[in-house]
T-cell receptor, first 113, second 114 residues
């Protein structure tokens, strides 16, 4: 299995509080991604990173920010959590080679109450 | 308009039969196409990918791609109860530098019955 660890695995937080999810990889892959998965919408890309301090937005980036200070860590922050951000969040990694596999982490189930 | 369309199912097939899962996409510039399997409460895991027109076989799985029709399918031969899962079609439009910009369908739930 690809070495991807997400933390925490489960979290319940209150509306308006900041939340940070962590993705850690041991594969030294250049690309890292954050997706959210919701019923009826499938997996949707939030943000991605193509190197240390290099990030870009995905299709559902509003309300989220990311940071990558080291190759192995990619953080997703909800600055002020809302109930619409209740979801399952997946981190993924891939090499910098076109058309290669993206490996997914175990997921983080976030509930905003 | 959804960019990647899949029938949500459930698709029920008897054990030993062929399961056929279908996916259509709208972006003609898409470069490659991935099939992921996802068990309930688990993360997606890659089954196979294809980027050239035609068929690609890997064990009991065959992916078929028709770029002119913007259609990709996955066939599972000799279906087993352990194949019961949700199958996600993902279309890659690529990122500068070689990363994957994957757009996923909502998935088809497959049930293999004894």
């Amino acid at each position: 299995d690809a070495g991807i660890t997400q933390s925490p695995r489960h979290k319940v937080t209150e509306t308006g509080t900041p939340v940070t999810l962590r993705c850690h990889q041991t594969e030294n892959h250049r690309y890292m991604y954050w997706y959210r998965q919701d019923p009826g919408h499938g997996l949707r890309l939030i943000h991605y990173s193509y190197g240390v301090k290099d990030t870009d937005k995905g299709e559902v980036s509003d309300g989220y920010s990311v940071s990558r200070s080291k190759t192995e860590d990619f953080l997703l922050t909800l600055e002020s959590a809302t109930s619409s951000q209740t979801s399952v969040y997946f981190c993924a990694i891939s090499e910098a080679t076109p058309n290669t596999e993206a490996f997914f982490g175990q997921g983080t189930r976030l509930t905003v109450v | 308009q959804k960019e990647v369309e899949q029938n949500s199912g459930p698709l029920s097939v008897p054990e030993g039969a062929i399961a056929s899962l279908n996916c259509t996409y709208s972006d003609r510039g898409s470069q490659s196409f991935f099939w992921y399997r996802q068990y309930s409460g688990k993360s997606p895991e890659l089954i196979m990918f294809i980027y050239s027109n035609g068929d690609k076989e890997d064990g009991r799985f065959t992916a078929q791609l028709n770029k002119a029709s913007q259609y990709v399918s996955l066939l599972i031969r000799d279906s087993q109860p352990s194949d019961s899962a949700t199958y996600l079609c993902a279309v890659n439009s690529g990122l500068t530098g070689g990363g994957n910009k994957l757009t996923f369908g909502t998935g088809t739930q497959l049930k293999v019955e004894l």
